[in-house]
């Protein structure tokens, strides 16, 4: 029985020439602090257009943000926009400047110790400063989500909050300012969006039909744009559409009242604090691994997957459920991204560590039956391979 609240206020402004509208989107007095990555959004312009937009405003800045934010670096933003009176942040960049925006967006304003905010999920985040984003990387969503990401170097953990405080106010998406994006992100980026497609959709049904037939969509457009995307030279309506996907991948529309996954994205994270992995690349790793592990409670799904939205209708269940899943590897192999430990120099003996690391953090229980267990997470690092 479908039952859900679903809330989502965050508006989009999509288009060529749509950072030209930043001006009147920000409250005409706003104290701006307007945060960023390590570089890519100066070099190819985004930062000039945006400083252009912004030219009324009282604008601070915070560089330096780095791919999966880490905590260390953020609370140094805390501390600017305590000094500075800031009341507005401005996130300029991918998933991980977005992501540490919503964190300092929350941080600055709570009075105890920020790790809080990590610790209880985002349960303390009771105020939160408003913030907008300026997308620069098609991929994790973050630009209309209340889901932020964030890394603790000193603890290697890599943790989560949501906040509903930390929905972008408004998201500004101009597929123009992804051209300068190399092969490796924008690949990434369709295998993050088709991942967090599957994690909503990859589950048991539950007869939510527009989610399903919606999900199949984004599938079938990421299947259909994704090696074009990766390959070709930078066209306006693919990017547009790509980048378009993949905001919906993770925008809750697709999440609504379904069952949710989320054991790749939550293993996968181990991944990239012990061995550095991009944070897609751990899914591209880890999610047939896990369909193939877990194939018994998502038979119907995984049938559905197979029929709907890889057209594979001939010869037994069990041989259409083992075609979807090597249809998988092999599409995110043909966007140039590695499906195996072994491909990123990781063996056999390294997965002890990874276990640990996922005790440590106390994900032994995960998927939406609550079955992904540490034996089954060595088993699937071990499928892995
Ligand atoms: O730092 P700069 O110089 O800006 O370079 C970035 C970075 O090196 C570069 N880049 C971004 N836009 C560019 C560009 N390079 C050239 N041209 C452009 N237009 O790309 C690199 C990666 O950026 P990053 O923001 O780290 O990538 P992504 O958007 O994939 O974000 C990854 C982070 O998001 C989290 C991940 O865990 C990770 O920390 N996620 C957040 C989610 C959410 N909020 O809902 C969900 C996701 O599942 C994900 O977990
Ligand atoms: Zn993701």
Redesign the pocket.
């Known amino acids: 029985m479908l039952n859900f609240d679903y809330f989502n206020p965050t508006r989009v402004v999509f288009g060529k020439g749509s950072i030209q509208r930043l001006g009147s989107l920000l409250p005409a007095d706003a104290r701006v602090l307007l945060l960023?990555?390590?570089?890519?959004?100066e070099?190819?312009g985004?930062l000039a257009e945006v400083r252009q937009a912004l030219s009324g405003h009282v604008v601070h800045e915070f560089g330096g943000?780095?791919?999966?934010?880490r905590y260390e670096t953020l609370m140094r933003a805390v501390a600017l926009v305590r000094e500075q009176g800031i009341d507005f942040l401005l996130a300029v960049?991918?998933?991980?400047?977005?992501?540490g925006s919503?964190f300092v967006a929350a941080a600055a304003p709570y009075q105890g110790d920020a790790w809080d905010i990590l610790s209880s999920l985002g349960q303390v985040v009771k105020s939160a400063l408003p913030l907008g984003a300026v997308l620069?990387?098609?991929?994790?969503?973050?630009e209309t989500?209340h889901?932020?990401?964030?890394?603790h170097a000193a603890s290697q953990t890599?943790a989560?909050f949501a906040s509903p405080l930390v929905f972008p106010q408004f998201a500004v998406l101009d597929p123009e300012?992804?051209?300068?994006?190399?092969a490796r992100?924008l690949a990434?980026?369709v295998v993050?969006a088709f991942?967090?497609v599957m994690e909503q959709y990859l589950t048991y049904p539950v007869d939510a039909r527009v989610q399903d037939r919606y999900a199949e969509g984004l599938l079938q457009t990421l299947i259909e744009l994704g090696p074009r995307v990766v390959r070709e030279p930078a066209d306006y309506d693919s990017r547009a559409n790509f980048m378009w996907t993949a905001t919906q991948a993770?925008n809750g529309l697709i999440g609504a009242g379904v069952p949710q996954d989320w054991a790749t994205?939550l293993v996968g994270?181990e991944l990239?604090i012990l061995h550095g992995l991009?944070?897609?690349q751990t899914?591209a790793v880890l999610l047939p691994s896990m369909l193939e592990a877990r194939r018994v409670g998502k038979h119907a799904k995984l049938l559905q997957y197979a029929s709907r939205v890889w057209q594979l209708n001939e010869g037994s269940e069990d041989e259409r459920i083992s075609q979807a899943i090597a249809h998988t590897r092999t599409f995110f192999e043909s966007l140039g991204v590695k499906t195996r430990l072994r491909d990123y120099g990781i063996g056999l003996s390294d997965i002890d560590a990874l276990v640990r690391q996922l005790e440590v953090h106390g994900m032994t229980a995960l998927g939406e039956q609550g079955d992904v267990s540490l034996t089954l997470s060595r088993q699937v690092f071990e499928a892995s391979l």
């Open positions: 960023y990555g390590g570089g890519s959004a070099r190819n985004t943000i780095e791919p999966n934010p960049g991918g998933g991980s400047v977005i992501d919503k620069t990387l098609a991929a994790t969503g973050s989500n889901n932020a990401v964030v890394t890599k989560f300012k992804t051209y300068s994006l190399p992100q990434n980026g993050d991942t967090h993770l994205h994270h990239t991009d944070h897609a899914l």
